[in-house]
Structures are given as structure tokens and as C-alpha cells.
């Protein structure tokens, strides 16, 4: 479905991602593990075409430049040129890190406004599903995103990616700065989400422990290359993965 | 082969960072260039101009020193709409001082320049709080609501304003005074942003929460911001009371506090320097305009809007990355 092909990211003179390929299958749930600064963020933005308007920002107030060099090829199409616009139509969805919120709109008013694509009642539908899928925002529907908890607000940020009715999600760090029992929850939603409604997920993340047991494949990468793949059990009885994610 | 752009220091910036400076006279050249360049263009500009463009000098320098004082302000977090606020409040402390008490400029502008910024940083203490348009809408109002006060109470002369001012004793004292003043400010403040009193400034205006955090009264430091911003724009004002010899309601208004904006944007806020240069650009410009008639300001503002569609950055930040590094084209190696 998704096919990345030895890509390159430079900001200015610092190299992000250094001739970085992988592949996501339709109906997958892949990982992309890997430490601070290993350049999964910049692997999202890439691949959701935020990078391309972060270039445009950049050139026009002369700040880094930045270069991309490879390919990205989805459903079999060259996409590496395309807005982030036109990609988020062809269904390839992205929940950015640190799960950013319109925080003074209410729970159902950022779904409203992350469903705009699509028509009243499919955002309806959808909400139902983030409902079942997250029962603890049933209650806080009205409530200001702001005010929500950061786990909260994770599954919101979640919920507006699903509203979209994506193809592929992606998910940048889902797990960021929850305890073990939100993350749990939050896998479980995952995975759920995956088996349910079929959707292909690309998820990136520091914690492997959680994450490799329920992923079908994983690609572990460090300063901008890939080092390890294979599928989750492989990645979790590898000595070195252990040491290094695991601290075992 | 796939290349790639790549942006690097020069070497001279590379060797003039450290001691080896000193053993060349191009590498002292390089350092000292960039800092002599306003010193020695402030001083011996004004002997090669007319009296026309003497003064038009001057209303640079004054411009530049509005510039400087948004600059400053605007780098504390404090975007202020209202500079004519700073340089009204010092043009009529000069005017009422000399008018009523008979001091002389010298006694007067340095009073005017301290009170001033005293007074405005008093006006503008209730809103301290209020951050981003909030605060810019309040430093817009302000000065339109002094004009009204003195046209409805006839304060210090009211709609007529006070003439007769004691002029400066001789046009080069006028001149050296404002470009000295403004090499002063300039320098001085750039030290100051880049000192530890500096960093605290702008910390506040980056996330001033995390300034909190460290233990630092932030409302003490944006007082103290908010007086320098003040007495800077003060000082110009009190200084134009003395060189049109009248002070009147024309000082609060809105061109003394876009124009400054104007110049800061397009110099490139954030240095001082590139405010000042911002000033240097706009002020001559406008006035070479003027034989356009009615569409100076048409022009003036096709320019302005050219100009930051353009080069978002500003002037100054653009030249000095020139100054500092090169580009040349590099291949993209694999792996």
C-alpha cells in the first residue's frame, strides 16, 4: 500500500533520514521504533506531506532549507510531490505528536471541524466508533479540548485522524507521555481499529514493549537508518532489541 | 548524481571567531566592517547633504529610534502598535518644560526622555498582563485618546499646541546629537539584548511560563523593557519638539506608530540593527516619492507589500547570512 523508497531528508546540513525504505502492506499494522532524534517524526512528516509546506515556511522566512531526495509511493502512485491536502484525500491520515487539540473548541466540535471532508452523517457514524472505541470521551463530549488529560486528549487527537476515514493512519508517537494503563488502552484501540474497519496502520514509537507485541511487522531505526525489521516477535526475542528498548 | 544545496560559514568567519583574528588586517577588516559601517556613515553622511536632505536625515534618525524601540519591546513579547504613544508623551514634556519653565533643550530633553518613559510605562502598567492583540490594541488607543484629551481640555495649548520652543544652537549640534543619540541606542541596546539581562527579555517573549519557572518576575522585566522601549521614543520626541520648535497634536499621530513597524519588518525585526536599517530604507524612500504626488503612498505601499512577500526574513537578515556563509552545490552520496 505504502512503499517508501530510500529516502532522504536534509535539514540544511543536518541529515534526518538517511536512505530510509520500507514497505506497509493494506491491512497492516507497522511500527517504526526507534530513539530521541532517530527521525520518525521526520518519517511522518514526510510521508503526510507536512514536510512540504515545513519547506515552503522555511524557504520563505529563510530559515533551514530542506531537501528531500527518494520516493514515496502509495497505492502504487508516485506521491512524493503531492500537498499533504491532496493526500489526506486520498486517505493517508496523520495524528501528529504530542496529540495536538483545538483546545477551545469542545470534544465534538474538534471532531466537526477534522471531519470537514467529509459529509454530517459519516462524521456521525465515525464518532459513534471513536466512542466505542474510547468510552471515556462519551462523557466528556462537551467538554473544552483544553481541559481534557493528556491521555484524553491522545484519544481525541486519534478520534480526529479516524473522522478523516482514513486508508492509511499513521500515528506519530501515540504513547507519548501516557502511564502503562492509558497505553494500554490505546493499543488495544489500535489494534481494535485495525481488525474492525480494516485500516492500515503505520505507527511510530519510543516504547517497543507495548508496541511490538501487536504489530505485524516493525522497523527499527537509529540516526535516520533503518538498523532492524522483521515481524513484532521477531523484533521482541532479538538479544539486541532487548537491551536496547527492553533495558534487559 | 543527485545534488544538493549546501549552506556553509565562510572561511574567514571561521577564522575570525578566534584568536587568529588578530594576526590579519582582512580578518579584523571582517570583524570591524559590519560595526564601522553605521559609525562612519552616521558621521560623515551629513557633511555631503544639502539642508533638505540634513533633514531628512534627521526624521531618519528619529524613525530609526521608534524602529529600535518597537524592536525592543516587540522582542520582550510586547508587540505595541502605538510608538506615537512614546513619542508624544516626550515631544510635550519637552514643549511644557521649555514653554512654561523656560529650561533650556539640554535640561529638557534628558527630563523629557526619563519622564517620558516613566509616564508611558505608567499608562500602559494596567495592561502589563494582557498578551498579544490585547496588548496592541490598548498601545493603539492610547495616543488617540490623548489627542482628544488635549483637544477637549486645552491643555497645553490645546488644538494650537505650544510654539516658540528654544531651538538647538546650531543645525550640526542638531544632526550630531540625533545620529550620536542613535549609535548610542543602537549598540548599547544590541549589547544589552545579547547580554543575560538580554536572554531573560526574550526568553519572556519565547514561552514566558518557563520564565516563571526560573524564578524570574517576568511583570518586574517587562516594566523595565516597556521604561527603556518608552525613553528611547521619548527622547525622539522630545528631541523633534526642539528641532520644529512647536509641539502639538500631530505628535500622537498614526505615522509615528506604523511607520516604525514598517521599517522594523522590512530590516528584520529582532536585531535592532536591521530596524535601524529598515529606517534608513523607508524614510528616504517616502520623501523620494513625493514627486509622485497622490501616489506616494500607493507606491510606498506596493513596495512595502513587494517587500515582506519577498523577503519575509527582512533586509538585515538576509545580508548578514550572506555576509557570514556561502552555498555551492554538493552531490548526495547514499549511505
Redesign the interface.
Known sequence: MLVVN?L?V?F??ALAL??LSLEVREGEIVGVIGSNSAGKTTLMNAVSGLIIDMRIKEI????Q?I?I?GNIAYKGEDITGIPPELRVKNGIVLSRERHPVFPESSVLENFRIAGYLRTKKEVREVVDYVFSLFPPLVKLKKRKAGFLSGGEQQMLAIGMALVVRPKLLLLDEPLLGLSPMMQKAVVDAIVALNKESGITVLLSEQFARPVLPVVDRAYVVENG?LTLSGTGADLMNNPEIKSAYFGV | MKKRKERIDRGIKVRSRDIFALCSWREMLYLAAPRLLPVVVCLALPLFLGVYWQKVLLSVAVFALLAISWDILAQTGMVSLGQALFFGIGAYFAGALNHYFGLSPFITIPAATILGGLVSTLLLLPVLRLRGIYFSMVTLIIPLMLVRVIEATKVFGGTEGLSGMTPLPSRWLELYLILGGLLLVLFGFRRMMNSDYGLVLKGINDNDRSVINAGINIYWFKIQALFIGGAIGAFAGAFMTHVYMFVGMPVFALDYSILPIAAAVVGGPGTLAGATFGAFLLVPLSEALRGFGGLRIVLYGVFLVVFIVALPEGMFHYIQRKYHQFERWVEVEND
Open positions: 530510500n532522504m536534509f540544511e546540513n538517511n536512505g520563505r522566512r529563510g530559515g532549507r531537501s531526495y537508518m
